[in-house]
Each structure stands twice: as C-alpha cells, then as structure tokens.
T-cell receptor, first 112, second 115 residues
Framework: SQQGEEDPQALSIQEGENATMNCSYKTSINNLQWYRQNSGRGLVHLILIRSNEREKHSGRLRVTLDTSKKSSSLLITASRAADTASYFCATDDTGGSYIPTFGRGTSLIVHP | EAQVTQNPRYLITVTGKKLTVTCSQNMNHEYMSWYRQDPGLGLRQIYYSMNVEVTDKGDVPEGYKVSRKEKRNFPLILESPSPNQTSLYFC??????????????FGPGTRLTVL
C-alpha cells in the first residue's frame, strides 16, 4: 500500500505565524485527507480534498492538491499554541482497495 | 455522542500472557481497522474489516488476531505478546471505504507495554 510522506518532519513557529506542511504520494488517488493528533491521543479528521478539487478551506485551514505533482499542502493561518500537534496526510489508492494509508506526520510546535 | 471507544487505555503485561483490546463504535460503520503507532514509523495498519465476518491483514499482522462478529465491535487479540508489540494502538472506523465516506474516526488509543 502506498504511503503519503509529510514534509517537514518537524516545524517550530511563533504564535500568529502561518504553518505550511506538505504531503507527497506515489500513485493516483481518489481523495487525500489531513488529520491532527494531539500528543498520545487519537487522530482527528480535519479536511478531505477530492482528486478533482484543487483547493479547500475550513476555518483557518487551507488545503491544496496538485495531482500532476502528486502533492498536497496544508496551511494553518494565524497559528495558535493550541495548534501544537502532529499532522498526518492519508491517501487512498485508485488501483487498490481504497484503504487510507498514513504518512509519518509533521510535528508542529507553536510557541506562545 | 458518536465515538469509538477502546479498552483498556493503558496495559502493562508480561511476555506470553494472552490479552484482548476491545474496540467499539456506535456509528453503524461498516469499516473498522487497527493501527499501531511507533516513534518514527507513523501509523501502520494491523488488520481491517470491511463488514461483519469479513477481516483482512494490513501491513503488520504478525502476532495479532481479530474478529468481527458484530458490526459495532472489533477486538484485537494478542495470543502471545512479545516485547516488540509494545506500542500505542488505535482502533478506527468509517462509514465505508467508498471514497466519499472514508473519513476515519479514531479511538483514544491503548498504550501497551509488554515486559
């Protein structure tokens, strides 16, 4: 099964700054999802973007998808200390079983 | 409240002592799965189930068993735990695997230590 790869592995910023993290994948997908995980807790779904969509917004989150480059980015604007968490992308595989597989995540620290 | 529950949340056991981690969801979801999370390795899928009585291996199934006798429950069984199964385990569910409905809902996690 393919796995999305997030970049960077770790990101440290000040409150109020924007945070951008990226996800690259290898094969064609139906959709790409972003999840957040607070330390030691279960993942929480943030946003889903379909393969025919290029951009999606949800509150302070903006997700883009470039299927030609097989990559996605998650932008968190005006970050807050409460945004400190790990962020994962999950991709399915149009040629496979549609089971979402997760990358290793980006660890974001937002300093107050 | 729609949720996925797991029990126990924390477990310390010894090598070879059979254990079961329960998972239950109240959303009538068809798809359920188990993951383990280890530092630097991300989330790796252990087993999944498309529906009642339908289970299949994920990426790291060795040393684990599952069953899906009812739609809401998907227990993870370690028949003879070993120290390399020390990990953080998550159960997850989704309405189906259809791309329109495969948002995953995660349980709170079970931290297992095998001595």
């Amino acid at each position: 099964s393919q796995q999305g790869e997030e970049d960077p592995q770790a990101l440290s910023i000040q409150e109020g700054e924007n945070a951008t993290m990226n996800c690259s994948y290898k094969t064609s997908i139906n959709n790409l999802q972003w999840y957040r995980q607070n330390s030691g807790r279960g993942l929480v779904h943030l946003i889903l973007i379909r393969s025919n969509e290029r951009e999606k917004h949800s509150g302070r989150l903006r997700v883009t998808l470039d299927t030609s480059k097989k990559s996605s980015s998650l932008l968190i604007t005006a970050s807050r200390a409460a945004d400190t968490a790990s962020y994962f992308c999950a991709t399915d595989d149009t040629g496979g079983s549609y089971i979402p597989t997760f990358g290793r995540g980006t660890s974001l620290i937002v300093h107050p | 409240e729609a949720q996925v529950t797991q029990n126990p949340r924390y477990l310390i056991t010894v090598t070879g002592k059979k254990l079961t981690v329960t998972c239950s969801q109240n959303m009538n979801h068809e798809y359920m799965s188990w993951y383990r999370q280890d530092p630097g390795l991300g989330l790796r899928q252990i087993y999944y189930s498309m529906n009642v009585e339908v289970t299949d291996k994920g990426d790291v199934p060795e040393g684990y068993k599952v069953s899906r006798k009812e739609k809401r429950n998907f227990p993870l069984i370690l028949e003879s735990p070993s120290p390399n199964q020390t990990s953080l385990y998550f159960c997850a569910s989704s309405f189906s695997l259809s791309p329109a409905y495969n948002e995953q809902f995660f349980g709170p996690g079970t931290r297992l230590t095998v001595l």
